[in-house]
């Protein structure tokens, strides 16, 4: 730390948890609670009950659930592909080319995820891309809202890279193809697999978008949380809001075990 003095780095480590623990940290807690309760008690959840969690399993939670963990896998594996090969690409680019590049990637995050959402729905609602209604159009939409993740990801990779690394691949005789495959992609496993994982997290929690172009075959689960609270269900939304975050941190977790390993190869 910057900090020298014991002092200060006590106060400065009571002023973190100060603001950490009321701002991040007991929301999710109450969140928790909630999930398990069955009344409120002044301003906390009480009452200590399974029917929530009970009631979701033999609900619509879990295919909703499914549906998630489907169209966040399919949207990081596209995004993180169109992110990583725009990355390469752009590159060899000059800067201007290279700016522009960084500005379509970046306009979906630029703007409201609602108008995405909109914008996606109008674009695709006659043939012949009539996807209106389909599994596919929430896919796009969520592709389309993390890709930029995947790309600056990748993008500040590069730029960190070594160039001797290729440098001294191609003067040993390999083909670029190669470097790409055995040597380039290798060293940037790490950054790919973080922005894998927080496109799969961003693309776990979309609601703005999807509530705008979600077919009745195909309901992720924000959007279930949603309707559960909207209707004054708050301890089943609680619950289902528990699921989302268990099974985006079990899969974070996953990902990070395969960074760790990736960065010791």
């Known amino acids: 730390m910057l900090v020298h003095s014991r002092s200060a780095r006590r106060a400065l480590h009571i002023l973190f948890f100060v603001l950490f623990l009321p701002v991040f940290a007991l929301p999710l807690l109450v969140i928790v609670a909630a999930s398990f309760a069955s009344s409120w008690s002044g301003a906390l959840p009480s009452g200590a009950t399974l029917t929530h969690y009970q009631d979701m399993a033999h609900g619509e939670a879990p295919a909703a659930l499914l549906t998630s963990v489907l169209t966040a896998l399919a949207a990081s594996v596209t995004a993180l592909t169109a992110g990583t090969w725009a990355a390469l690409a752009a590159e060899k680019l000059g800067r201007r080319a290279r700016g522009l590049l960084d500005g379509l990637f970046l306009l979906p ?44 990801s990748v993008t500040a990779a590069l730029t960190r890279l070594d160039p001797a690394y290729e440098q001294s691949a191609a003067g040993l005789g390999a083909r670029p193809a190669y470097v790409l495959w055995r040597v380039k992609l290798p060293l940037l496993l790490p950054s790919l697999t973080a922005a894998a994982g927080l496109c799969f997290a961003l693309s776990m929690g979309e609601l703005s978008a999807t509530m705008m172009i979600y077919p009745p075959d195909w309901l992720p689960l924000p959007v279930q949380i949603f309707a559960a609270t909207d209707r004054g269900s708050l301890f089943t939304g609680a619950a289902l809001a528990v699921a989302l975050m268990t099974t985006t941190l079990l899969v974070l977790l996953g990902v990070s075990r395969i960074r760790t390993k990736a960065s010791y190869r």
């Open 109 to 152: 995050v630029a703007v409201p995820s609602v108008v995405v959402g909109l914008s996606l729905l109008v674009a695709f609602s006659q043939p012949p891309f009539l996807l209106n209604g389909t599994p596919q159009i929430v896919i796009i939409a969520h592709t389309v809202l993390v890709t930029a993740f995947a790309y600056q």
